[in-house]
């Protein structure tokens, strides 16, 4: 009888065994609690909000790009696109939607090039001539009708509220207006919505956008069709062709959100999910922490450490130049940049005492463009996404009737092989431009994991992004917090222009001698870059934390 018992219960048993050996690498529970970071306060709120009405995290994230797109219109919009990875705990599904936006049909690679073949200064940047085919509206549709819970109206109320209702004038909005004054100045009606009788506004001072309520609207009711098909896209091909751009209503309707497998790799034992092409954050990410598995970072003195995670930027960069573009046009060898064979390759001529050179010759420095969210909600689903309408308040021009402000994602191409755009950023042949082709992003919405704990993390920051995003892997790989992953100082190489840029408190005077000593040319920076949103889940725990970057005015809330 016994053993007919042993016998009956074996397989059952056994199942229990498995399970409990393999249990550190399962799913270990679920969060303690939902943690959302963002760049803007309301946004933070609303995603909450949304949880609340039960939502899940891409409800959430949803409600997040909206609001973002009502109250920081210098940073992301309906009038732009970005990369959302996205994490589904059921079945642990993983995906980049790319909302990226695309080239309208009529462009070409000398677009923005006079008789000569000269790049005409500006012509990338400002007005609608600069404007991609948004993607923004199509990817909230799209994630809402794929992956949420509620109903896209629902969670599309948080931002037609506050578009309605207006926002108060922050401290930051006003840096990124007087950095755009003239441009804003220029368009009746961006200058009519952003600023007050064609001045900065004061602070505090509300923000209304009754005609973006309007379009939030037609997004809610009908989805992308409201944005791309009919009345609204006609008005919105109008308003850009009566000033001088070159978009159709095809353009618009053929506009299609693509999901792609986002580009992985693994750094001293932690997973790395990064953003696939058109961005080239993931693989450049890849690259630099391939190259530095090779060292034992936290053997390393300074400034040897910091000179060698340049080294590892300075060669990933030139890659991002060599070999990335939108990958339904170019041919990428994603698997062979992101292998560690690769890039044990790439190391091997860094010296330990001097500074590799660049070749060429490139003078431009910025980032302050751009936004990005964390979210984790109770189930462990998560995501990390980062928006953009390119340089701040984009294009700088709305198109009439509409509320939308327009992004200048094409200066994202390489207007002319070798020529930097606004980042001092070089490409070649793989990212120039073409009609219905997505421009090469930095933007690197991320995910890091293990059995033991779950970083979801992103900043913007033109160039920057993909070493800020590497300066906090390496944080972490220290067994450091968000706050610090957040809040370290930070620098940055990109190989052209061939130079450290770094944050007013990254280095001391002796570190920054001995650097020179080695090679490197030194380009200290005025003001901190950079507005990275993190979450944190340790799974062993349960326990969350949540971290906004200090140098800008977001929230990290957990609840
Ligand atoms: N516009 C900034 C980026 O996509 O990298």
Redesign the pocket.
């Known amino acids: 009888m016994m053993s007919r018992l042993l016998v009956k219960k074996a397989p059952l048993w056994g199942l229990f065994c498995v399970l409990f050996f393999l249990s550190p690498f399962l799913s270990a529970g679920t969060p303690s609690a939902a943690a959302i970071a963002t760049a803007h306060p309301l946004a933070t709120e609303a995603g909450h909000e949304i949880l609340k009405r039960g939502g899940n995290a891409f409800d959430a994230a949803v409600a997040v790009s909206a609001v973002l797109a009502v109250v920081e219109p210098y940073s992301s919009g309906l009038g732009g696109g970005g990369f959302w990875l996205l994490h589904r705990a059921s079945d642990g599904f993983e995906t980049m939607v790319d909302g990226r936006e695309k080239a309208p049909m009529a462009a070409h690679r000398d677009l923005y090039l006079d008789k000569k073949g000269e790049v005409i200064p500006g012509l990338s940047i400002n007005g609608p001539l600069a404007a991609g085919i948004p993607g923004e509206p199509a990817a909230l549709a799209h994630i809402s009708e794929r992956y949420g819970r509620l109903p896209l109206n629902d969670v599309l109320a948080p931002a037609i509220i506050i578009a309605e209702t207006g926002f108060p004038v922050d401290s930051h909005y006003l840096r990124m207006a007087t950095w755009r004054l003239e441009t804003l100045q220029a368009w009746k009606d961006a200058s009519a919505i952003f600023l007050h009788q064609g001045g900065l506004p004061a602070e505090g001072a509300a923000i209304r956008q009754p005609e973006l309520a309007e379009t939030l609207k037609q997004l809610a009711v009908k989805g992308a069709d409201g944005f791309y098909r009919g009345d609204l896209a006609k008005r919105l091909v109008d308003g850009v062709r009566e000033a001088g751009g070159i978009w159709t209503l095809e353009d618009l309707a053929d506009y299609r959100v693509i999901e792609r497998a986002p580009v992985k790799g693994s750094f001293m034992g932690l997973k790395i999910t990064s953003a696939s092409p058109p ?1 080239s954050g993931g693989i450049a990410l890849i690259t630099m922490l391939n190259i530095l598995q090779g060292f034992n970072l936290p053997s390393l003195e300074q400034p040897q450490r910091t000179h060698v995670i340049v080294e590892a930027m300075r060669r990933a960069y030139r890659d991002r130049a060599d070999y990335l573009g939108d990958p339904d046009f170019v041919d990428i060898p994603v698997e062979a940049l992101t292998h560690p064979w690769y890039a044990a390759g790439l190391a091997r001529d860094i010296q330990m005492d001097s500074a590799s050179r660049s070749v060429g010759n490139v003078s431009h420095e910025t980032g302050r ?2 936004t990005h969210f964390s979210i984790l909600d109770r189930e462990g689903n998560r995501v990390a996404a980062t928006l ?1 309408i ?1 340089y701040p308040f984009g294009s700088g021009f709305v198109v009439p009737g509409t509320g939308v402000l327009l992004n200048d ?1 094409m200066d ?1 191409f390489s207007a002319s092989p070798g020529v930097p755009n606004v980042y001092g950023l070089v490409g070649a042949e793989a990212n120039a431009i073409a009609g219905g082709k997505r421009m090469l ?3 690197s919405p991320t995910f890091v994991e293990d059995e033991q704990q779950l970083a979801v993390l992103g900043t913007p920051g ?2 920057r ?1 993909i070493t800020m995003v590497l300066l906090g892997i390496l944080e972490m790989a220290e067994g450091n917090g968000p706050k610090q992953w957040v809040s370290r100082p930070r620098f940055h190489h990109q190989y052209l222009p061939d130079q450290i840029q770094f944050e007013p408190d990254a280095f001391s005077e002796s570190q920054r001698k001995q650097l020179k000593n080695m090679g490197h040319r030194l380009k200290p920076l005025k003001h901190p870059y950079g507005n990275m949103q993190a979450v944190y889940w340790n799974k062993k725990t349960g326990q969350v934390d949540a971290a906004s970057d200090p140098r800008g005015l977001g929230l990290a809330k957990i609840e």
């Open positions: 961005s463009d751009t953009s390119n994602e994202d992003s930095s933007m033109g160039s992004i």
